[in-house]
């Protein structure tokens, strides 16, 4: 029979592979510097390949190590998915699911989803992490996360996608700002050119970028944004234009300024609402549940012609 890695090498490697660092990395997996070492050998060996390059200063990772890495990700994460698979048969919608979600998304469809849920399921806990699209997906392959609420497109190749709902971007200007006027409004060249963004890692930072179908826009003023709210606060300052999602518009985020929200003239752009999660995760029946009751709890979104 040829050589199967086992689970506990593939741990050690990822975890040198994190720290960097021989002594911090079998810390980490609670074993002797000498166990780790043992068992990375023995992983080379069998492989046939280098997966490390070290000296007395530095430990690195080589390019078929860097392969190797993200395919022992993978498997990790199966089979600690196999695991709660067993220990949750017969027991569904009774589980801890770790769900994260953007920031673009989680203060406008959190409040009302996350009720609906414990309604439906009451011995069903959900804990929540907010961060970037990439950083989101890094801890679901990494088994930090079950499912991830996130905006297309993206890359989400490999993993379980449920497509939700379309969300359509809407122009957000100052009230008497040119770019409002007339019954449609467009995005032509010159107004793309006064567009605020979001900094770098932020998908509506892309998305925005997609839907004036440049990727060369110069930021407006030399300015980014950390957050929809500071881009708000830009644009009322008169620094700028902005796209912004349409749930967000249909919240309270633009109430009490200055702010007109205007629909764009079709066909609009527009990013899609998903849940992701591992191909090979135990939570089924909870992917399907939260899928379905954000579905139902935005599918008469209210669109609105325009907004203040």
Known sequence: MSYLPSLRQLGYFMALAKELNFTRAAEACFVGQSTLSAGLKELEEGLGIRLVERDRQSVSITPAGLEVLERAKAILAASQDLVEYAGASGKPMTSTIRLGVIPTIAPFLLPSVLPEIRHRF????????????????????????????????????????????????????????????????????????????????????????????????????????????????????????????????????????????????????????ALVARSSTAHLEEFAALSACIREQFKIAPKQKNIR
């Open 122 to 273: 009451p011995d069903l806990k959900i804990t929540l992490r907010e961060d970037l699209t990439g950083n989101l997906l890094s801890r679901l392959a990494e088994h930090k996360l079950d499912f991830a609420l996130i905006a297309l497109p993206y890359d989400v190749k490999g993993l379980l996608v449920e497509e939700l709902f379309d969300d359509y971007f809407w122009l957000v200007a100052k009230d008497g700002d040119p770019a409002l006027k007339g019954k449609e409004v467009t995005l032509p060249a010159k107004m793309a050119e006064r567009l605020l963004l979001l900094e770098e890692g932020h998908c509506l930072r892309e998305h925005s970028l997609q839907a004036c179908k440049r990727a060369d826009i110069s930021k407006a003023e030399g300015l980014e944004a950390t957050s929809l709210l500071t881009l708000l606060q830009m644009v009322e300052s008169g620094l700028g234009i902005a796209l912004l999602p349409g749930m967000a518009v249909n919240s309270s985020l633009l109430s009490n300024s200055e702010l007109v929200a205007k629909e764009l003239a079709a066909p609009a752009p527009k990013r899609v609402i």
